[in-house]
C-alpha cells in the first residue's frame, strides 16, 4: 500500500502506524494460515475413517445369495475383516478421502468393490466377475481405532 503524506509530522506518524497495522495484519493472515491444517475436519486425515464399520452387500442381480453382512475394521486406511461369512477373507484400503477399494473372496468366487466413506455412512457397489452384482452400505459402529484379530 502506498501513501502519500502531504502533512508535515501529523501525518507522518500517521503513516508510520497505518504501516506498522499493515504489517500486523500481514502477519496474522499469515499465521491464520499456518494453523490452518490443524483446524481442519479430521476427516481430512488418513485415520479419519478408522473404527468398527458394519457392511451389508445386496444382490441386485445375478446367482448370489440375497445378502451378506461383514463387520470390517479399517485402522489407517486398511480394511481388515473381523466377522462375516465362514471362510470369507476381505481385503482392501480407505483413501483419505473416503473412496474405498475392496476384494472379497469365499472359497473360489471372489468379488471388487467400489465406493465411498463419509463421516459415519457409506456405499458403493459390488460385483462377482459376470456371477452377480449389486450395491453396498456401511454404518460407523464405534469411532476407536479398530484392530482385527
Not at 501513501?3 to 499469515?30: C, D, I, N, P, Q
Request: charged residues 15%; aromatic residues 4%; hydrophobic residues 40%.
Amino acid at each position: 500500500m502506498i501513501l502519500t503524506v502531504h502533512a508535515a509530522s501529523g501525518g507522518v506518524r500517521f503513516a508510520e502506524r497505518l504501516h506498522r497495522m499493515t504489517k500486523l495484519t500481514a502477519v496474522a493472515a499469515l499465521a491464520a494460515g499456518l494453523l490452518l491444517p490443524t483446524c481442519l475436519p479430521a476427516s481430512a486425515g488418513p485415520s479419519a475413517h478408522n473404527g468398527r464399520w458394519s457392511v451389508e452387500l445386496v444382490t441386485e442381480s445375478g446367482l448370489c445369495s440375497a445378502r451378506y453382512t461383514y463387520a470390517l475394521a479399517i485402522r489407517e486406511g486398511q480394511v481388515q475383516l473381523i466377522s462375516g461369512s465362514a471362510g470369507a477373507q476381505v481385503n482392501g484400503h480407505v483413501r483419505p478421502d473416503g473412496s474405498v477399494g475392496i476384494t472379497v473372496s469365499n472359497g473360489t468366487a471372489s468379488g471388487t468393490g467400489t465406493g465411498r466413506l463419509q463421516a459415519g455412512s457409506g456405499a458403493g457397489t459390488w460385483k462377482v466377475s459376470s456371477l452377480c452384482s449389486g450395491h453396498w452400505t456401511a454404518r460407523r459402529s464405534d469411532t476407536r481405532t479398530a484392530q482385527a484379530d
